[in-house]
């Protein structure tokens, strides 16, 4: 069974980058598609991205499309996010989350979540 643990997360301006990791262990992400989803205080989790098990197919929210990159390095069994031009908006807690179904928007369809890691944006 894959464990997933984030790391990267932390204070930024607005304007800013930062670039979370993913890394799993007790599994091969090669097996798995995976995401990463965002949950803002009082608010829902919501999606993100998420990325094919080969890397081939990629899917963002229209929300940061354009400033979030997902990529996987598959041989260092880590998932990673790029986030520029951040916003106040993007101030959440970011999970990671690993799917044998398919590279989702739902979050029903992923089984294996991380612990998640604290993204705050200052304006």
């Known amino acids: 069974q894959v464990q997933l643990v984030e790391s990267g997360g932390g204070l930024v301006q607005a304007g800013g980058s930062l670039r979370l990791s993913c890394a799993a262990s007790?599994?091969?992400?090669?097996?798995?598609?995976l995401g990463w989803f965002r949950q803002a205080p009082r608010k829902e989790r919501e999606f993100v991205t998420a990325i094919s098990r080969t890397g081939g197919f990629r899917s963002y929210a229209d929300s940061v499309k354009g400033r979030f990159t997902i990529f996987r390095d598959n041989a260092k069994n880590t998932l990673y996010l790029q986030m520029s031009s951040l916003k106040s908006e993007d101030t959440a807690v970011y999970y990671c989350?690993?799917?044998?179904?398919?590279?989702?928007?739902?979050?029903?369809?992923?089984?294996?979540w991380g612990q998640g890691t604290q993204v705050t944006v200052s304006s």
């Open positions: 989350a690993a799917s044998e179904l398919g590279a989702v928007t739902r979050a029903t369809s992923y089984g294996y």
């Open positions: 007790g599994g091969t992400i090669s097996n798995y598609h």
